[in-house]
């Protein structure tokens, strides 16, 4: 959250619901609102009107409002999944609301929708807990948790969505509800892989796994070893236990001085670990990875949970960016030879990261209590992300540089394509023939049917939107 310059709201009004709502007639039409700028800066808000919401009762009050007006809601917390200018929306900024209990002999937390996964992991780690967070935990636990969720345990936990016990929201009717397997099952099981179709999640409740440590980190290769890295990759994770979760980088690492410099201003080869085990089996597991030459950098290690982020070590600060995703069965070794040929160290290629990220095990069982999360059957996931042009330095790349990029990795695998996505990695891929492929096709119907009794007028209608009803 940044406070760059009251004037860039200057034609925003602002609103909180202890006060009479105020008249809104006009869209800025140029302004935006650097003030709700997040971690994602490729898009600058520019709402009708901006809630700071200090509690669920304003967050109901609000969406009436909203409702009223005939003007979609848009969420805000960290900033991480802005896709697109939520142009004259009510903006329901959350940021405030950051009540946080962890039940130690329950194992579960309760967090309200402005708590960010760091807190919880800080909250839970005296009592030998951890939560399902992603890769960066400086990312709000509702958008993640209810996008599907994959973490660094996912091969051994599943999806973090797979863990809600219980949901706090507001739907579009203005109705604060408390949604788990008993209460409103159908609405419960929407909620989790659906996303923001459905409401505002207030308030949360999820179980935590009993971890306080793992043996974790990053072995960085040169570009040399690329492709010896990704083939011995391809078969070393064909009969992984489920208790190592792994993803392997192609990164063009900037040359930056916060960069370590082995690393800095090269291309890199990154495989990324998290092992809940000891070093003795992590060891013998990793042997084949360590025989691949060219290592810059070992990070492999015992580290306390509260280290998880140094894993895939993700950029700390705010950026613009791009990014895609697509689901694999299992690739060949034709397969890598193309993605190396698209990706690899030799080509001209403007996006900074191509990773692949192992699912199985956890990811493929449908959990307890089912949930709409979609793809399990996938053995991987592939992410491709670059860096749009910054307007202070230049660097970086426009967006259609970045998509026709982003097609040619994907299509480069076309022959292990499954035809999903994953949710959370879906960036501004909102279309709904888009959103559609990150659900199974039963699921899909069943989702349409959910917003046609919950939504049908689409007040939830920025991001990744699942469209009222049954027929297109």
Request: aromatic share 6%.
């Amino acid at each position: 959250m940044t406070t760059d310059d009251p004037a860039d709201r200057a034609n925003i009004p602002t609103w909180r619901p202890d006060r009479p709502p105020p008249v809104v007639s006009a869209v800025p039409e140029a302004t935006g609102t650097t003030q709700l700028l997040g971690y994602n800066r490729a898009h600058t808000p520019r709402p009708a009107l901006v809630v700071t919401a200090a509690n669920a009762t304003e967050v109901a009050a609000a969406v009436r409002y909203a409702a009223e007006a005939r003007r979609s809601v848009a969420m805000h917390c960290t900033g991480h999944g802005l896709v697109d200018e939520v142009l004259g929306s009510v903006l329901i900024d959350t940021h405030q609301m950051k009540s946080l209990t962890v039940d130690p002999h329950r194992r579960t937390a309760r967090v309200a929708a402005g708590v960010v996964w760091s807190e919880v992991i800080e909250a839970a780690a005296p009592h030998g807990l951890a939560p399902l967070n992603g890769s960066f935990p400086g990312v709000g636990v509702m958008g993640f948790t209810l996008g599907g969720g994959l973490g660094p345990m996912a091969r051994a936990y599943g999806f973090a969505a797979d863990h809600v016990r219980e949901v706090e929201l507001v739907t579009a009717d203005g109705r604060l509800r408390r949604v788990n397997d008993k209460r409103e099952p159908e609405l419960f099981w929407g909620l989790r892989g659906g996303k923001g179709n459905f409401g505002v999640a207030t308030e949360m409740e999820f179980s935590l796994v009993p971890v306080a440590a793992l043996h974790g980190g990053g072995i960085y290769y040169r570009a040399e070893s690329a492709v010896e890295a990704l083939h011995t990759y391809r078969t070393w994770t064909l009969d992984l236990p489920e208790e190592i979760t792994t993803s392997i980088a192609l990164l063009r690492m900037p040359p930056t001085p916060e960069i370590p410099e082995p690393l800095r201003g090269r291309f890199v080869v990154h495989l990324r670990v998290a092992y809940l085990g000891d070093r003795h089996g992590a060891d013998s597991l990793l042997a084949p990875m360590r025989k691949v030459g060219g290592i810059l950098v070992d990070d492999v290690r015992d580290m306390p949970y509260t280290e998880i982020a140094s894993i895939h070590n993700d950029p700390p600060d705010p950026s613009a960016f791009w990014e895609r995703s697509a689901m694999l069965s299992a690739p060949s070794e034709g397969d890598i030879d193309a993605l190396l040929r698209i990706a690899g160290p030799e080509a001209e290629l403007p996006l900074a990261m191509v990773e692949l990220r192992h699912l199985g095990g956890a990811v493929r069982r449908p959990p307890t209590i089912p949930n709409a999360v979609g793809n399990r059957d996938a053995e991987f996931v592939l992410l491709a992300l670059g860096y749009l042009t910054d307007r202070n330095t230049g660097a970086g790349f426009r967006t259609d540089e970045l998509t026709e990029a982003g097609e040619r990795v994907i299509g480069a695998l076309a022959g292990c394509d499954t035809g999903g996505t994953l949710l959370n990695f879906q960036g501004t891929a909102t279309a709904p023939e888009q959103v559609r492929c990150a659900f199974d096709p039963d699921s899909y119907t069943r989702l349409r049917r959910l917003k046609q009794i919950h939504d049908p007028g689409h007040v939830f209608g920025f991001g990744h939107v699942i469209p009222a009803g049954i027929q297109e």
